[in-house]
């Protein structure tokens, strides 16, 4: 078991809002294990079910390394071969022990295996299935759907680069959202079961998540006539929302969103002659002159440096950003300091840090609870109550 409190900032003892709950997970990639991992995060009992060989996630190279170990703690893995009968058996006997099944596989897999939501709430009427799909029901439902697919369809990809060169989020994010979105509908559902005694499907899709993140620019368009422009030709409602390069090249963002703001600014990098320019008096003049505007605040910034000018601004109340690898978040005091950052043991024995959920819940925060499981390290515990032989 691993060192690290199972709770941020609470007691041991504390019990977690999901604890007595069971989840059997088919799931690989990020979706399905990301709602897999909300839900144990919260205090139940995920069980993972890998195929012989283990989860392929486990050893994707590349920019999907990470993917398994951002994904997958405080979980139970068990092997089960659903593609033998035997197995398909094993894992429905599991399905009705649980009270949630999760699954992210292309459409029409668990059905072949007899393993999908019809077949199973015939057996188990209590049971949640959640399907995680690349789109709902509709003319697309039978698409393969990627991340980054969805993303072009979706109007991410448009927003986020410049005018003809469409650009992908530089993560996963409605991978992620689908996850998210899967896991509450579990909770959802969960509360209905309370109420009527029975289950039900969940479905959370890719497509759908990205249109809901696109929404305010469907709206902006609904609403003014205008197609809203891709964000790096946005007329900014702001004078002073940019990134500015400041001295031995380094950026930061500032952003002065009133007339007050701008002001300060202008005091913490000496530059009264701004402040006093009539044709800056106000947000409105300033946002018609903004290029002329940004320029002379350039040449006044790039004599300052990030980390004299960064200490300022906060002090002044100036929103403010140093602009941020993913690595450098491993040493960020402000992730170390609020426990947002912890030890996880890894599957081969080593220690890695991992981002807990963005989230407290009566100031506890929920944290890792054991080491990332090894392939099928928890398949006798868990099929040991089974009334069929163990299959794997």
Request: hydrophobic share 40%; net charge negative.
């Amino acid at each position: 078991m691993s060192n690290t409190p199972p709770l941020a900032g609470a007691h041991r003892e504390a019990p977690l809002p999901l604890a007595g709950v069971r989840v059997l997970e088919f799931t690989h990639m990020v979706m399905g294990p990301t709602c897999g991992m909300i839900l144990a995060d919260l205090g139940a009992e995920v069980i993972k079910v890998e195929p012989p060989g283990g989860d392929k996630t486990r050893k994707l190279p590349g920019l999907g390394i990470g993917f398994f170990r951002s994904f997958n703690r405080n979980k139970k893995s068990v092997v089960i071969d659903i593609a033998t009968e035997e197995g398909r058996a094993t894992a429905t006997e599991l399905a009705g022990q649980c009270d949630v099944v999760l699954e992210n596989f292309r459409p029409g897999l668990m059905a072949s295996f007899g393993l999908d939501h019809e077949t199973l709430s015939k057996k188990f009427p209590r049971l949640i299935y959640v399907t995680h799909k690349g789109f709902l029901p509709g003319p697309y439902e039978k698409r393969l759907a990627l991340d980054e697919v969805v993303q072009m369809m979706g109007g991410l990809s448009y927003m986020t680069g410049p005018v003809g060169r469409p650009l992908r989020a530089g993560t996963s994010v409605n991978d992620i959202m689908g996850g998210m979105f899967g896991a509450i509908g579990v909770l959802a559902a969960l509360r209905e079961r309370e109420l009527t005694g029975r289950g039900q499907e969940v479905q959370s899709a890719l497509f759908e998540n990205c249109v809901f993140l696109s929404s305010q620019h469907m709206q902006q368009c609904a609403m003014t006539g205008e197609p809203a422009p891709p964000m790096p030709s946005r007329v900014s409602a702001w004078s002073v929302y940019d990134v500015f390069t400041l001295a031995d090249g380094e950026q930061l963002f500032i952003g002065a969103v009133s007339d007050k703001q701008f002001l300060t600014l202008c005091r913490v990098i000496e530059a009264p002659e701004l402040a006093a320019d009539p044709s800056l008096a106000d947000n409105a003049k300033r946002v018609a002159v903004r290029p002329a505007l940004l320029q002379r605040l350039g040449e006044i910034l790039a004599h300052h440096r990030v980390d004299e000018l960064s200490p300022k601004l906060e002090a002044a109340g100036i929103p403010y950003a140093p602009i941020m690898r993913p690595d450098q978040l491993l040493d960020d005091p402000h992730l170390r300091a609020s426990g947002g950052l912890v030890p996880m043991e890894t599957d081969d024995g080593g220690t890695t840090d991992v981002v807990l959920l963005p989230l407290l819940m009566g100031g506890r925060r929920p944290g890792v609870r054991q080491p990332l499981p090894r392939v099928g390290q928890h398949t006798d515990e868990v099929l040991a109550g089974l009334a069929r032989p163990v299959a794997a």
